[in-house]
């Protein structure tokens, strides 16, 4: 009945940067065919309490790519098991399960693009929206002996925020960091930018 | 109550509450194929978890579309539903419904109270809580942070002359912006946030304010 | 002890994915004059000193009880419904470790607050009881929201 004719993909794996989540797999080539692929997925929650549930996927069911963004899919900080089948006309591979169970706490965080600008005295920061489950660390000094760090914590979302109003000549510098306060991680600092207000002048 | 022949008529439509600061407005559009003609509502109202649907005595026979139910639904902790009919000499519609409104997730938070101050190189700004509904002026006033104790302020500050806008979210009322540049027109807009599910906002009136002049000539250091 | 067991958690993320689901799931409650969380005994009289222990209680209630008893057809629902349960289970699971730590003391208020909801759940047919709960998923969202900010009005 054309069931399991064709092989199950293989190779599953997940690339996870920044919490967006990518599963992959080897093609299933049968030449001059386009195959068809069918990814579902169960959370910890699912294979303690009802382990015959398995969920289809947001993006990828049907899909014609060998890999799935199941970014929409893995919202808790649970064990996720993940599986994919190929599927050609009435024929249908068997289940192909990813070895280990993916944890959205595995994700690998980087440091976020920022342009440090200044508005007249006004340092001001912009950052890369990255998603709602991210905060950004923002630590910023005066480049100056004995110059005290200042940490602010912005939900910027792609929006110039306000950081300090700057004293002419001295220079300030700006590093930042994400926090990603669901998984309770944080990525490394970003290089430190800096930025200085010209001229001595000095208004009364 | 006139008896009517219930389903006589089509039932109102877009029925919901319209929610600001706690004040909380039932609101309709008349049944299809009957706007102009001269159709009169009823509203009735029911507390989650409660045991029968209550008459609200002003909306009684009404021919606006709209009804006032701050009163009845001024527990925000609590649940509602609302219904209203339409009427039209002896016919009359079913009941049209609203979903499960519960105010305190509901409301919209209004913008706060933003008073501006400007010399040549600052401008502070004064905000004034937005304050919850209240049945009469003279009842004493409660602000929306004591109900959201994690409501916070987005301010969004707009240089025209640079045409560069920067933001910065406050939880105290006053913030003064200071080196600005002199004789400059800076625009203000301020929204309340509460942190938690999305909330329909409200942001305020834009409010713009000129640095003054430099009155004295810079010092070369 | 609530902020402090429950430190890695996103409750508005949830809180957004219950918002989408809530109109359609509360249209199925049908028995308007009945509440499962929100009598006077239950969740608003919970004094912080029995916070932590109410959540455990009720993230048990739902994992264990709720979640399995709501049967849904609907994928779109389904997946929203299980990216709470999930969340539920994490949270139900770091607040078990954070109770053998001793730092979420239960009390009998909490439990007898807790007896009630689940006497308030079995008072109805299954289905209608846990389509019920489901709906009042934004009174316990807000009421943890509340408690895990720290002291407020």
């Known amino acids: 009945d054309g069931v399991a004719i064709l092989p199950a993909p293989q190779n599953l794996s997940v690339h996870s940067t920044n919490m967006k989540h990518l599963l992959m797999w080897s093609p299933v080539v049968v030449p001059g065919e386009i195959i068809h692929y069918f990814v579902e997925y169960q959370g910890e929650y699912e294979s303690l309490y009802m382990s015959h549930i398995w969920i289809p996927s947001s993006w990828g069911s049907p899909t014609e790519d060998p890999e799935c963004d199941i970014t929409d899919d893995i919202t808790a900080t649970v064990p996720y098991n993940l599986r994919v089948r190929a599927s050609l006309g009435s024929q249908t591979s068997a289940w192909s399960t990813l070895q280990h169970p993916f944890n959205r706490n595995t994700t690998i965080l980087t440091p976020p693009v920022m342009e440090v600008t200044k508005d007249g005295f006004h340092l001001v920061i912009k950052l890369e929206d990255l998603g709602p489950q991210f905060e950004f660390l923002v630590a910023y000094w005066r480049r100056e002996p004995g110059a005290k760090e200042h940490v602010k914590v912005v939900r910027s979302r792609g929006i110039p925020v306000h950081l300090e109003t700057m004293e002419p000549g001295v220079p300030y510098c700006v590093r930042v960091r994400t926090l990603v306060k669901a998984i309770g991680r944080h990525s490394p600092f970003s290089q430190a930018e800096c930025v200085k207000v010209q001229g001595e002048t000095l208004p009364l | ?221 | 002890g609530l902020r402090r067991c429950l430190i890695s958690m996103d409750i508005h993320h949830i809180e957004e994915t219950f918002q989408e689901i809530k109109k359609t799931i509360q249209a199925k409650d049908t028995f308007q004059n009945v509440t499962i969380l929100s009598t006077p005994e239950t969740l608003h009289s919970i004094k912080p000193l029995d916070v932590c222990c109410m959540t455990k209680n009720l993230l048990a209630f739902y994992v264990d009880k709720v979640f399995k008893d709501h049967q849904e057809l609907n994928p779109q629902i389904l997946r929203k419904i299980s990216s709470i349960a999930n969340s539920f289970l994490y949270m139900k699971k770091a607040l078990q470790r954070c109770q053998e730590q001793r730092q979420c003391h239960c009390r009998d208020e909490a439990t007898n607050a807790t007896r009630i909801i689940h006497d308030n759940y079995d008072q109805l047919e299954v289905r209608s009881a846990a389509i019920k709960s489901l709906g009042e998923l934004d009174v316990f969202l807000a009421w943890i929201d509340k408690n895990h900010q720290g002291p407020s009005a």
């Open chain 2, 1 to 221: 109550a006139v008896l009517c022949i219930s389903g006589g008529l089509p039932k109102p439509t877009n029925i919901t509450f319209l929610s600001i600061n706690m004040r909380n407005i039932l609101q309709w559009s008349p049944p299809e194929g009957l706007q102009g003609t001269e159709v009169t509502y009823t509203v009735q109202y029911f507390i989650y978890g409660q045991k029968k649907w209550l008459n609200k005595s002003e909306c009684r026979n009404i021919s606006r579309t709209c009804c006032d139910l701050s009163v009845e639904t001024s527990d925000y902790e609590h649940q509602y539903y609302a219904k209203v009919k339409a009427i039209w000499e002896t016919n009359c519609s079913k009941w049209a419904e609203t979903g499960r409104f519960y105010p305190f997730l509901e409301t919209q938070i209004g913008p706060p109270g933003i008073a501006l101050t400007t010399d040549e190189r600052s401008i502070s700004i004064v905000l004034t809580a937005p304050e919850k509904w209240k049945r009469n002026p003279e009842d004493s006033s409660l602000s929306m942070q004591q109900i959201y104790s994690n409501l916070k302020y987005n301010v969004s500050v707009y240089n025209t002359q640079s045409n560069r806008t920067w933001s910065q979210y406050v939880t105290n009322h006053t913030l003064v912006l200071s080196w600005l540049e002199p004789d400059t027109l800076y625009c203000v807009h301020v929204e309340s946030f509460v942190p938690g599910p999305p909330r329909l906002a409200r942001p305020s009136e834009k409010l713009c304010v000129r640095t003054l002049k430099d009155q004295t000539s810079a010092v070369k250091v």
